[in-house]
């Protein structure tokens, strides 16, 4: 079950101004159904999750079993839309000192090629030498830079320390159907291939097998997490009205927030275990609704880990944001503080207690004192931390998104801006067909020749 709060977000926020959203919500929501909105060609995520199939989940546990049987690590290459899905929701149900303490049931889940580190790189290389891994490659495009670099070093190496006949099995790749290098790779290889269906974008493809395989290879419940997106698709659905529609609710306190002048909308939460969920939302948000010099600017802190850094700021700094609180109602485990004779550090008065409990009050705390200071809180409560309400969390922020994005007037499904960084990149590094952008780019940032 997922509860949104919007009563600690008032002024801006007040039942009215919510009613008032009613109409334009509706007509975005309408315009998904109807494929009539900006960017309608990527819609394919909208009815994902009531589409999947039991006979496709089980061919994707029939992979990961193979994978789960012949490696002791995977690295998961990919980037962005292609990365960040998979280790929120691996991240999220993962024992946190599970890479200390490996017993061998599951493969240790590691992800590259989403940067250029080249210590990255070497330290990862150096950890495989000697282990029987393998790679799920995930790229839409099959081109992307990172992603590319990474898996050429390890493809390499998995053929040359297990052979090429081994490699075959363990390399996977997810990527489209037809196009990329990626895809030729592949297909020449012999490689088991997942396609990344045409219409859903990279921050919408969580739910494929970009985000499905590593997770069901890192051994948890897939048919939970779609079941979870499933229930969501449906509470979210075009049909339902407004005020029980959580994520249209949410999309229009955020706008409404963001017309008030709160332009930075800070994700907290108060289990680590979420942080890469937050790294997810930042990214699904971020590149759908950053462009044509709009959007909110999505930032994400660690409680109560962050109080004592960002705290400071959130609570007196410039009055131009607002937070989002995902809050687990029960954690898996149960921990209580033990009593002390001695008391000497003075806190028996917590003795008995849950840690949950005063993770609990903490939360409470600093709502309380952030609502003070002029900060506007919603707040997104989810009974368990738990596949299946992943599932329904990763749904709810999709639906959200795009309905915002509507509000807002932007394309939320294509990322223009991204290839600016990629155009200069390529252009420096002096990659075939981009003379003329190196010519240029070598008279801006160097009059001497390039070696
Ligand atoms: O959301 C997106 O579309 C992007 O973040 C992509 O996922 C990211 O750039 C990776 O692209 P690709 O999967 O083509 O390698």
């Known amino acids: 079950m997922l509860k949104l709060d919007i009563s600690k977000a008032a002024p801006a926020v007040s039942a009215d101004i919510i009613d008032s959203y009613a109409a334009r919500v509706a007509a975005a929501q309408q315009a998904l159904e109807a494929g009539t909105c900006p960017g309608n060609d990527f819609l394919g995520w909208l009815h994902l999750p009531s589409g999947i199939t039991p006979a496709f989940l089980a061919d994707i546990k029939q992979t990961a079993a193979v994978m789960r049987k012949e490696c002791d690590a995977v690295v998961v290459a990919g980037i962005g839309g292609s990365y960040l899905g998979a280790r929120a929701v691996i991240e999220a149900l993962a024992n946190s000192f599970e890479w200390l303490s490996r017993d061998g049931s599951n493969p240790a889940i590691l992800f590259a090629g989403n940067n250029i580190g080249e210590d990255y790189l070497s330290e990862l290389t150096a950890y495989l030498r000697g282990r029987r891994f393998g790679v799920i490659n995930i790229s839409k495009s099959g081109t992307t ?8 070093l390890l493809k390499k190496q998995c053929e040359e320390q297990r052979g090429k006949d081994v490699a075959r099995r363990v390399i996977v790749a997810i990527t489209d159907a037809h196009r990329g290098a990626a895809r030729t790779c592949a297909d020449k290889e012999g490689y088991k291939s997942y396609v990344i269906p045409d219409n859903v974008g990279g921050r919408f493809s969580v739910l494929t097998p970009v985000g499905l395989l590593p997770i069901a290879v890192a051994g948890y419940d897939i048919e939970q997490l779609v079941r979870g997106a499933q229930d969501m698709e449906a509470q979210t659905a075009v049909g339902v009205p407004f005020a029980e529609n959580p994520a249209a609710v949410y999309a229009a306190a955020r706008h409404a927030l963001y017309t008030g002048g709160k332009k930075i909308e800070i994700l907290a939460n108060y289990q680590p275990k979420l942080h890469f969920m937050a790294e997810w939302w930042k990214q699904l948000f971020g590149e759908s609704e950053g462009k044509d010099g709009k959007g909110i600017y999505p930032a994400s802190v660690d409680l109560t880990t962050d109080l004592h850094s960002m705290g400071q700021w ?35 008065f917590l003795a008995g207690k849950r840690v949950d409990e005063v993770n609990k009050m903490a939360e409470l705390g600093t709502q309380l004192a952030h609502v003070d200071g002029g900060v506007p809180n919603l707040r997104i409560a989810v009974s368990r931390l738990d596949a299946y309400h992943l599932g329904q969390l990763i749904y709810f922020f999709e639906r959200a998104c795009a309905i915002h994005c509507q509000l807002l007037g932007v394309n939320a499904f294509n990322q223009p801006g991204v290839e600016a960084y990629k155009k200069n990149m390529f252009a420096l590094l002096g990659k075939p067909g981009y003379e003329a952008e190196t010519e240029a780019i070598r008279r801006k940032t160097n009059p001497q020749p390039l070696q």
Do not use: M
């Open 314 to 348: 959130i609570q007196q700094g410039e009055r131009t944001i607002f937070e989002t609180v995902i809050s687990v109602e029960t954690p898996e485990h149960e921990l209580l503080f033990p009593s002390d004779e001695e008391n000497l550090d003075g806190l028996n």
């Open 145 to 152: 830079t990172e992603t590319a670099l990474a898996f050429r």
